[in-house]
């Protein structure tokens, strides 16, 4: 029975990661030993579970029913033994969290570098990722987003103020180029992309001023995956960015960037913690969420 619970479990990560390799990193074992429990609980149950090429792997349709059946129970199977953990006098844990590039640098990773040497026991695994990750299927602990894109099934907690975004450009696109003034303007000028990796699309432009909202496509030479990318690239004077404010504010006042549109930038909620309900009673969960709570003033 054990074997059987160990083998399942080694499936369950296969089936999900969609690699032998990941799943082998996940459970600290090697890619061959773990391809040999595949096999082996394939011969027992008489039925091949995973389909497998050079290039990928997949549940075949008993595999897809293994999983819908097992991964569930397993994960409660997990989140009980993780509370019973959560019983002792040091809280301890690993927790698995996903967010934009941006979230990470400004508010997380701050927070755990005088969070965590408070609890030598917590381990905080940051996954940096534009795209809406489902925290369910993808077996994250809870996800950072801006207030108006988190479920409603979710607990959220504000851990950060409001925020605005700026349109800029490098002095030296604005010597050869006319400066926007309205979001309509923007058909004229060579935008900086930024693509999202949920659906492959590009990042839409959010703009609103006296209750008008509008959503701009823009086009240009360059597609960045980072606002990281796209602040570089502005400085380059390869176009116009649409950034974080916080992130172009320095290159403002250094006088390496220009912004435009200003008015067209009204603030919205900023970013927020969330987590499913089953993880509410977690300790570490919850001693981090107090670390991070928003607390204006």
């Known amino acids: ?71 569930p129970r397993l994960d409660e199977i997990e989140s009980e033994v993780d509370a019973l953990r959560d019983l002792r006098e040091k809280p301890a844990g690993n927790l698995r969290i996903t967010m934009a590039e941006h979230a990470a640098n400004t508010i ?47 607990i959220a907690v504000r851990i950060g103020p409001d925020m605005r975004m700026a349109v800029v450009a490098a002095p030296s696109y604005f010597a050869r180029k006319k400066r926007p003034q309205k979001p309509e303007d923007l058909t004229d000028h060579n935008c900086i992309n930024l693509r999202l990796p949920t659906h492959g699309s590009l990042a839409v432009w959010d703009f609103e001023k006296n209750g008008r909202e509008l959503k701009v ?48 930038c009204a603030p919205f909620p900023g970013y927020h913690l969330y987590y499913p309900n089953r993880l509410q009673g977690s300790a570490a969960l919850s001693l981090l969420v107090e670390a991070l709570r928003y607390r204006p003033g």
């Open 108 to 154: 997380i990773w701050p927070a755990l570098a005088t969070f965590l040497p408070d609890y030598p026991d917590i381990s905080v695994e940051v996954s940096v990722n534009y795209g809406l990750v489902d925290i369910v299927s993808e077996r994250f602990d809870a996800g950072v987003r801006l207030g108006e894109q988190v479920a409603r099934d979710m």
């Open 217 to 264: 496509r823009v086009e240009g030479q360059v597609v960045a995956t980072s606002a990281s990318q796209m602040l570089f690239a502005a400085l380059k004077g390869m176009g116009l960015a649409w950034l974080p404010e916080d992130v172009a504010l320095p290159h403002i006042e250094a006088g390496d960037l220009v912004r435009v549109m200003e008015k067209w």
């Open 1 to 71: 029975m054990r074997r059987d619970i160990q083998d399942l479990v080694a499936f369950v990560a296969v089936a999900r990661d969609r690699s032998f390799t990941r799943a082998a990193a996940r459970l600290g074992t090697s890619q061959s030993a773990l391809s040999h429990t595949i096999r082996g609980l394939e011969a027992r149950l008489g039925i091949r579970l995973l389909t497998r090429t050079t290039r990928s792997v997949a549940p075949t349709e008993a595999g897809e029913r293994l999983l819908a059946q097992v991964a």
